[in-house]
């Protein structure tokens, strides 16, 4: 069985959960491009929103003329705290799950027998630990799953079985199945398809000569029952990095260290779960004129998550304080060089 999972109204209701007084306000988290106050775009908006008609990619301008301005909270894009929740997620689902691909930000593919009885064990977790919620579709396809978990949505769970699978995906609008695109969309209701049941009035070879052979012959398989199984494949990730902000500007190593030390550990508890050890560390310095500055040093033999490294940023932070007067506004470690620690003790 194949699970998706996407969480709800990501950006914003993360920022939600660190405004408890937004509660019942909008929230609409906007991607500012700072030319004039309110120039940029939104990036999403939580349910009270949509409701108004606040969507992502909408100029901020027009968002803050439809949005009741003692009811609405407008937030810059926190891109750091985002990917840090993703992170956890990602570490939640592997936990408990066979196979996981990560697909964006907010979703996960996941194949395993057990789907079905770990869908709403999944859901309390990110609950209970994170007090995130989000929608989970489980199916016999990865397309079913996909289908199912946005059309639960907000806060769903839809578990189909075989049958059940193919009379959704059959009813469904062809706008609905992700994989056609608008144009697409427009050109087969022109030849009278609406639905997905519709594209079986249409012949394979009418498909093929309309889409190209590889388009045509899914959506002959869409219509026929044969749906998408494959969650595809994570691009081997070779370098694990955390950046933070620091209080405030300084040079002091003490709070450098302690901040780095903060980041060290988050980056390394992903290195711990994944398996990975590494041969390079660096340092990155983002100096107050906003450039960036990266000190690096590479190991002989590969280095575990448990080995400690305090000496090596020690010397790295202050190699970097002697060649630079300026003050340090953010920092941030990065892990690179991968070998799968398995793979390594069979080695040695
Ligand atoms: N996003 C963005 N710009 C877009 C679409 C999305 O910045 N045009 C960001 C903000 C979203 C996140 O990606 O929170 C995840 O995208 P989704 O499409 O999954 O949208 P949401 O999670 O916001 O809402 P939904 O509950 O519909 O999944
Ligand atoms: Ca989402």
Redesign the pocket.
């Known amino acids: 069985m194949y699970l998706h999972l ?9 920022e939600e959960k660190r405004r408890p007084m937004a509660k019942n306000k909008i929230i609409v ?1 906007c ?1 500012y491009s700072g030319r004039t106050e309110d120039s940029g ?5 939580n ?1 009270l929103g ?1 409701e108004i008609g606040i969507h ?2 909408m100029p901020i301008a027009f968002a803050k003329k439809r949005a009741p301005p003692a009811d609405s909270i407008f937030v810059p ?1 926190d891109r750091e705290y ?1 990917e840090q929740t993703s992170l956890r997620l990602d570490q939640i689902i592997r936990r408990s799950c066979d196979r996981v691909v990560q697909a ?4 996960w593919n996941v194949e395993d027998k057990n789907a079905i009885d770990k869908a709403a064990r999944l859901k309390d977790s990110i609950k209970n630990e994170l007090g995130l919620t989000c ?1 989970v579709g489980v199916a016999p396809s990865i397309l079913g799953a996909k289908m199912a978990a ?1 059309k639960s ?2 806060n769903g769970l839809l578990i189909l079985d075989k049958s059940e699978e193919r009379r959704f995906i059959d009813e469904s609008s062809l706008e609905k199945v992700p994989g056609i695109g608008p144009k697409t969309v427009a050109a087969l209701n022109q030849i009278g398809a609406a639905k997905v049941k519709d594209l079986r009035n249409i012949s394979v070879v009418t498909l093929a000569e309309i889409f190209g052979r590889k388009t045509g012959g899914w959506l002959h398989n869409l219509s026929s029952g044969n749906f998408d199984q494959d969650i595809g494949e994570e691009k081997p990730q070779d370098e694990v990095s955390r950046i933070g902000t620091l209080k405030e500007s300084t040079r002091d190593s003490y709070l450098l260290l302690s901040k780095l030390t903060e980041l060290e550990n988050e980056a390394k508890e992903w290195l711990m779960n994944m398996k990975k050890s590494y041969k390079t560390l660096s340092i990155t310095f983002i100096t107050e004129d906003l450039k960036t500055h990266t000190k690096s040093t590479s190991f002989r033999n590969p280095k575990s998550w448990n080995e400690d490294i305090s000496k090596d940023m020690e010397a790295l932070v202050s190699e970097f304080l002697s060649e630079n007067n300026m003050e340090i506004r953010r920092i941030g470690i990065r892990f690179a060089n991968f070998m799968d620690m398995d793979c390594q003790t069979t080695l040695f």
């Open positions: 996407d969480m709800d109204y990501f950006f914003a209701q993360l988290v991607v775009v939104v990036s999403t908006v349910y949509r992502s990619g894009i985002y964006s930000i907010d979703e929608s946005s949505k907000p």
